[in-house]
């Protein structure tokens, strides 16, 4: 039998093509040869109806999940960018769109949780379940690496598997009966979460906002800092400092404003700290460097981004005994109690690293890691500015941060990936305030930042 194939590109969408499996056919030919015991008419492919599901159970979807709008941000780069591959497979592309590390975790940290695995085949240094918390001298660790004199404990310290878990096992905490505030842009992770734990109205499509959500816009016009007298009460505000994706660090004026603005409200701060090593100025590390933020502040940080721990997962959440619920309940107390359900402690093999990333050795060798970052920056800072851009952040942050004004921010990403097979972040993705900025990441191999900076100014000098 022979099936001829009359499918014209033109009938097939770009969203559509990638259930097409590849024919396969040789160059020219049009038909191919299938063995079959019968002869067939000439047929053409309609689209196959769904198959009816033969049973489903009587359990209701979570109404909150319906709420969520398309993907996440970043899987949903990554769907781009493996469309985009398909439609160009020999591109070289170039990502500085997820901040994913790239440089090697240094050796002195890789060599002690190799140590540790090693310990583990031997009956003396075997251990099972750890402490929930995270092990005694991580946490020690901890304290007095990042909060020597500022009255934090390492009973005040939980280590996880790192900065975004922690995030929702706050989410858990707080419950569904709270109102929340984010940076407007902020990390994504903040407001889905939110929404998930059924904090929140339904999606505004004409603003670009979920309902009970208050967002404080941070604009160039106010250096990135909320007018918090415009700001309305909720229980909780969630803050990152060096912001992700605008890079801006508060001031220790700001930062005292937020705590004294928490305060008059009776609100939880909830400080994300995950950049403070690449701050390199005065401003504060943490919200506990502000007089009285332990009574209204929680702090979460990671070890990803200062010594490539992206992939072995390591943070840790400051939750101070002093801080309380409105009826006088320790929230530490809560807090271990949601850690102790949910989690089993964070791998002993990345505790073992995360140990050694605070050594005297480590901590070198991270500042030298993130030197180099740092200096990605500043190609990208510099290759923007010549042409013309207005470029915020990089400067206490591994994010620049570019405005485009006139643009859509997903219009520019497209543009970008189109034309330069490099990818990047569109600014709309952190909420409605990043319309028209596009992050890019510093986080790549020098020989790659290089190269799409030049792509950089061969599309954009024209």
Same mark, same amino acid.
């Given at each position: ?10 009938? =097939? ?26 002869? !067939?008419?000439?047929?053409? /492919? ?12 009587? !359990? ?24 985009? =591959?398909?439609? *160009? ?57 990042? *909060? ?69 816009? /941070? ?51 909830? *400080? ?186 061969? =599309?954009?000098?024209?």
């Amino acid at each position: 039998m022979t099936l001829t194939h009359q499918l014209s590109s033109s009938m =097939l969408s770009s969203s559509s093509s990638s259930f097409f499996a590849p024919l396969n056919l040789h160059p020219g030919t049009r038909n191919a040869s299938l063995p079959v015991t019968k002869r !067939v008419s000439t047929c053409k /492919c309609v689209a196959t109806p769904q198959e009816q599901i033969a049973y489903k159970t009587n !359990v209701s979807r979570n109404s909150n999940m319906s709420k969520l709008q398309a993907g996440y941000l970043f899987p949903e780069i990554a769907r781009r960018r493996g469309a985009h =591959l398909q439609k *160009y497979p020999d591109a070289q592309i170039i990502s500085l769109g997820i901040g994913d590390t790239t440089e090697p975790i240094p050796e002195v940290i890789t060599a002690a949780m190799a140590k540790r695995a090693y310990d583990l085949s031997t009956l003396e240094g075997y251990s099972g379940y750890g402490a929930e918390q995270g092990e005694k001298p991580l946490r020690a660790a901890i304290a007095k690496t990042y *909060y020597s004199g500022l009255g934090i404990g390492e009973e005040d310290i939980f280590v996880s598997d790192g900065a975004k878990c922690d995030i929702s096992r706050l989410q858990i905490l707080f419950g569904s009966n709270i109102t929340i505030a984010v940076q407007d842009p902020s990390y994504p992770a903040y407001v889905d979460s939110g929404v998930i734990m059924g904090q929140t109205g339904q999606f505004n499509t004409d603003v670009q906002k979920y309902g009970n959500i208050e967002y404080m816009r /941070c604009n160039p016009e106010n250096g990135f800092f909320p007018d918090l007298s415009s700001v309305g009460r909720t229980d909780v505000i969630f803050f990152c400092s060096p912001n992700n994706p605008t890079g801006a660090s508060a001031t220790r004026e700001q930062l005292t404003q937020l705590v004294q603005f928490a305060k008059k409200n009776g609100s939880i701060i909830v *400080y994300d700290s995950a950049y403070a090593m690449y701050i390199s100025d005065d401003n504060p590390r943490s919200i506990f460097e502000i007089p009285g933020a332990e009574e209204v502040a929680i702090e979460t940080s990671s070890f990803s981004k200062y010594a490539g721990f992206t992939g072995v997962r390591l943070g840790w959440t400051v939750v101070p005994k002093q801080l309380l619920f409105s009826d006088g309940f320790p929230v530490a107390k809560d807090f271990n109690r949601i850690v102790c359900t949910c989690f089993n402690g964070a791998s002993n093999l990345s505790q073992a690293g995360g140990l050694a990333c605070l050594s005297p050795e480590g901590l070198e060798a991270m500042q030298k890691v993130i030197g180099f970052y740092k200096e990605n920056t500043e190609i990208i800072i510099e290759t923007f500015t010549s042409l013309g851009y207005s470029v915020y952040g990089g400067r206490n942050a591994p994010y620049v941060w570019v405005h485009f004004p006139g643009r859509s921010s997903w219009d520019m990403f497209a543009e970008i990936l189109e034309k330069t097979h490099v990818v990047t972040t569109p600014g709309s993705g952190f909420g409605p305030g990043g319309e028209g900025f596009v992050r890019v990441s510093a986080f790549g191999h020098r020989e790659n930042i290089l190269e799409a900076c030049r792509r950089f100014k061969q =599309l954009l000098s024209k």
